[in-house]
């Protein structure tokens, strides 16, 4: 079982204030740089969990362990094979936000209430349909640059596990704070 990394998060949370910052969050992975926006107001509580991890530096070195063209990417897995997570769990958050290119939602088993640190980025919208108000959205690309690197890993060659052939991993995650 995973060590909970929940007071750690915590810790790193401790200066967050929706009300006085915009948070950003971007992961430079080895296909190229990722920025996102969170969704606090739609999804207070997975925007915070995901800057927390990030803080903590949780994701650095984290494998997309999942690639699935024309759906999806996951990552979030410390152990890369998309069972893991921190140690805790965090309720569910749906929101009508729709399952778009280039949406972060928040990856769970069949207990709505079971996310962690896994989550996905959607590459189309076609197939990722069936997952509006199932899944917990809480962000997107910030920029036009960051979706064609979420789009690049989207296309790299897997296995029949869907996992990548090559190594797609982040290397390392930063907080970016702006104050309003």
């Not at 960051?146 to 596990?161: E, F, R, Y």
């Amino acid at each position: 079982m995973a060590a909970n990394r929940r007071a750690e998060v915590d810790k790193a949370l401790a200066d967050v204030d929706f009300s006085k910052n915009t948070y950003q969050v971007e992961f430079d992975t080895t296909v190229g740089k990722i920025l996102l926006d969170v969704y606090p107001e739609v999804a207070p509580g997975h925007s915070k969990n995901l800057i927390g991890l990030t803080k903590i530096g949780y994701y650095d070195g984290i494998i997309f362990h999942r690639v699935i063209s024309g759906f999806v990417i996951q990552v979030g897995c410390p152990e890369g094979t998309g069972t893991g997570g921190p140690g805790y769990q965090i309720p569910a958050e749906f929101n009508k936000t729709l399952h778009e290119p280039g949406i972060l939602s928040m990856a769970r088993t069949s207990d709505p209430n079971s996310a962690g640190s896994q989550f996905f980025v959607c590459l189309t919208r076609e197939k990722t349909r069936s997952l509006d108000n199932q899944y917990t959205v809480f962000g997107k690309t910030a920029n036009q640059e960051s979706l064609d690197v979420v789009l690049k890993i989207g296309a790299v060659d897997t296995n029949h596990s869907d996992r990548p052939e090559k190594e797609v991993k982040i290397n390392r995650g930063r907080v970016i704070v702006t104050p309003k």
